[in-house]
Antibody, heavy 120, light 111 residues
């Protein structure tokens, strides 16, 4: 059973860069898409973007200018960087994937989520 | 405001059947993109319930089913149980936004 675990600072200052890492255990990153999704407090889910194991990325156009997703298959990790953050970026950030087949559009495994607060 | 519209809340008594609608447009559901459904219990990550309109992952009870017609989709839960009380989200792709999008979520209350 593949397991995902997010890690990173829980507090980021406005205008700085949010950096999170998702570690994949009990499975391989190869041949799958790896996605970041966030959920603001009391709000719905927002797709941030994905990276394919080969390094191909696709970002939500609403965040594209500020987002970078990278992958390190040797460490079995993929990462999210969101720059120039504001309070509106305060959310629980989830990493997710679909490990039944290489699909970027659906997610059957999720990390537990990590709360990131943007505040000075 | 999501491009996939869900009712904010639905409710039903134990044993009853409830449905949750997800209304989209010709840019998403109506364009033929797959619709997926998730269940989110308070304080936990979403769990995939249905994908590709009708496929249930292993372990999801047959009480959960989904359908799609035109620009809308719906999730049906039969034999409602107390543990079904959760937030439910639909998800699809929107070609106008060039992004995967989620509905606003529906809170299911088991009376």
């Amino acid at each position: 059973q593949v397991h995902l675990q997010e890690s990173g600072p829980g507090l980021v200052k406005p205008s700085e860069t949010l950096s999170l890492t998702c570690t994949v255990s009990d499975g391989s990153l190869i041949n799958y898409y790896w996605t970041w999704i966030r959920q603001a407090p009391g709000k719905g889910l927002e797709w941030i973007g994905y990276i394919y194991y080969s390094g191909t990325t696709n970002y939500n156009p609403s965040l594209k200018s500020r987002v970078t997703i990278s992958i390190d298959t040797s460490k079995k990790q993929f990462s999210l960087k969101l720059n120039s953050v504001t309070a509106a970026d305060t959310a629980v950030y989830y990493c997710a994937s679909f490990v039944e087949a290489p699909r970027p559009d659906v997610f059957n495994i999720w990390g537990q989520g990590t709360m990131v607060t943007v505040s000075s | 405001q999501s491009v996939l519209t869900q009712p904010p809340s639905v409710s039903g008594a134990p044993g009853q059947r409830v449905t949750i609608s997800c209304t989209g447009s010709s840019s998403n559901i109506g364009a033929g993109y797959d619709v997926h459904w998730y269940q989110q219990l308070p304080g936990t990550a979403p769990k995939l319930l249905i994908y590709g309109h009708t496929n249930r992952p292993s372990g999801v009870p047959e009480r959960f089913s989904a359908s799609k017609s035109g620009t809308s989709a719906s999730l049906a839960i039969t034999g409602l149980q107390a543990e079904d009380e959760a937030e439910y989200y639909c998800q699809s792709y929107d070609r106008s936004l060039s992004a995967w999008v989620f509905g606003g979520g529906t809170k299911l209350t088991v009376l």
